[in-house]
């Protein structure tokens, strides 16, 4: 006889709606804040926070250094897969972390370079202006591409042809992006090279990033102004791999698992706390209140819920495990506020795998997660790392699962040391630019919640009234019984509404 065996059936998402609470003035969208907690931090979890509830899944075909770095823009985060070696996804994390966010720690050429050599640098980098340093990285001076040609100027040194310091506008000891703002609009300038007070180079500001950074109010980012960057790991080669992340400057580590409560887990987290303790660390996949206590008791930061409903997964046809998200958020949320009660520590719960649109969204924030990760949302955009493919006059990217026998060649031991696959591959439809499509989205989350009477995530959790519905009410809440050209008549979201 098993040891427990549940009669009422788990739920998904799509079987819940939402009551409405009092709209008052107060619940307009532009008012509404969707700031949530990324990782418990002991000041009230305001260390590490997204501006945006939603992250992008650690896949290959999803979380690159281009969604890293365009999501953090936005307020979000992408979870930097780990299903490659640790020297590649190091570099990826050091491209979001120097993507700039206003104050930027430059790459630096010495004036005895050739400008040849540093053309090459140039070329390498993607760089147009380097400060140039000398050996005891003192100012000496600013060389971009308009100060050069070089087909006249490659055997010249970056010193004969750089804009010497006496000419340049440099700012000393500014911390303050602001300030340093109305230096370059006054000063006519583009760049401003910040020195200490003996000259040396600490930092560089450049114009475009400022007004960029004024572009994207919700941009997040860690202590030194640079976007936030997390990185996936799995139990196997954490040894190896977190030293890499850490030298790259990852600000938060996510242990990806199709399954958290394991021995694994635990010894992962304890690794991590005995040689990072400074850095947060996410746990998971969990779906039971006991996984949930497991993962916190051995320091799990936040922790994230889900298995078997992600659009590319097969593990409950495999398996035979798995749980409705819905179910699955609720039980964990539970156990999360009984944890709370006994040490006021808040952990934040992540829904994931299966969010397939917005009212998901809605409803797993409802159900009390702190922020949702999505895989197929974030793979139809122009800034996942795959290349789009045009079939059937339709233009399309590739989805992968990690557990499908693409992303495998990488993980072998990840899925029951590759015995079996727990995933597919297949196609999802181009959606263009994530900015364009988040627009819509937030604005439909917070439209749910100005209608429950929630100006934050916080006063959702409270406020939210939810009930389940019949197979037949959701057929009533979709379009019915009008001609709309052609045969289908259901609404899908994120097929660009063909289906
Ligand atoms: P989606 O948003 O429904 O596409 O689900 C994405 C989530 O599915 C990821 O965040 C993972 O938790 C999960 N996942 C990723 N790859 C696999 C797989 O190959 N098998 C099962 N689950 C997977």
Not at 48 to 60: D, E, G, K, T, W
Not at 84 to 98: C, L, N, R, V
Request: with cysteine; charged share 25%; aromatic share 8%.
């Amino acid at each position: 006889m098993a040891k427990e065996i549940k009669l009422e059936p788990s739920r998904t998402l799509m079987e819940f709606r939402l009551l409405p609470g009092l709209t008052t003035g107060e619940h307009n969208p532009k008012d509404i804040s969707l700031r949530t907690p990324l990782v418990y931090s002991a000041d009230n979890n305001k260390k590490y926070y997204l501006n945006i509830p939603l992250v992008s899944a650690a896949m290959q075909s999803v979380s690159g250094a281009q969604m890293g770095i365009e999501l953090a823009r936005l307020g979000g985060a992408a979870f930097i897969f780990c299903s490659q070696t640790p020297a590649q996804q190091a570099e990826m994390i050091s491209k979001i972390k120097h993507h700039k966010a206003g104050f930027v720690i430059p790459q630096t050429v010495h004036p005895d370079m050739l400008i040849e050599e540093m053309y090459k640098l140039r070329k390498k980098t993607g760089y147009s202006t380097f400060p140039v340093v000398d050996n005891q990285n003192v100012f000496m001076g600013l060389i971009s591409k308009w100060d050069y040609d070089i087909s006249l100027h490659s055997q010249a040194t970056v010193g004969q042809r750089m804009i010497p310091k006496q000419l340049v506008e440099v700012g000393y000891n500014i911390t303050n992006l602001k300030e340093a703002n109305n230096i370059l609009l006054e000063s006519h300038k583009s760049v401003l090279p910040i020195l200490d007070d003996q000259g040396k180079l600490i930092s560089i500001v450049f114009r475009k990033d400022i007004t960029d950074q004024l572009e994207n109010p919700l941009e997040v980012h860690d202590e030194k102004k640079r976007l936030l960057a997390v990185a996936a790991i799995n139990t196997h080669d954490y040894e190896q791999r977190v030293p890499a992340l850490v030298a790259a400057e990852a600000d938060v580590i996510a242990i990806d698992s199709s399954d958290g409560h394991t021995e694994y887990q635990k010894t992962t987290l304890q690794w991590m706390h005995q040689n990072y303790p400074q850095i947060p660390v996410i746990a998971g996949n969990i779906i039971t209140r006991a996984g949930f206590r497991f993962l916190v008791e051995a320091g799990a930061a936040a922790v994230k819920v889900g298995m078997g409903g992600g659009s590319i997964c097969i593990t409950q046809e495999q398996k035979g495990t798995g749980r409705g998200l819905a179910t699955s958020i609720v039980e964990v949320v539970k156990e999360r506020a009984a944890y709370y009660q006994e040490t006021g520590k808040y952990i934040p719960v992540i829904a994931d795998g299966g969010v397939t649109s917005t009212k998901d969204i809605t409803i797993a924030l409802a159900l009390g997660a702190d922020y949702v990760m999505m895989g197929r949302y974030f793979a139809r955009m122009e800034e996942s790392p795959t290349e789009k493919i045009v079939v059937n006059n339709r233009v399309m990217k590739p989805y992968w699962g990690e557990g499908s026998a693409r992303a495998q060649a990488w993980k072998a031991k990840r899925y029951n040391q590759g015995k079996f696959v727990e995933g597919v591959e297949g196609l999802v439809e181009y959606s263009g630019h994530l900015r364009d499509n988040l627009d819509e989205t937030l604005m439909k989350i917070k439209s749910a919640m100005g209608t429950c009477g929630a100006k934050n995530l916080e006063e959702f959790h409270q406020n939210a009234r939810l009930e389940l519905v019949s197979a037949l009410s959701i057929r009533e809440g979709r379009v019915h019984d009008i001609y709309q050209g052609s045969e289908r008549t259901e609404y899908d979201e994120f097929s660009n509404n063909e289906t």
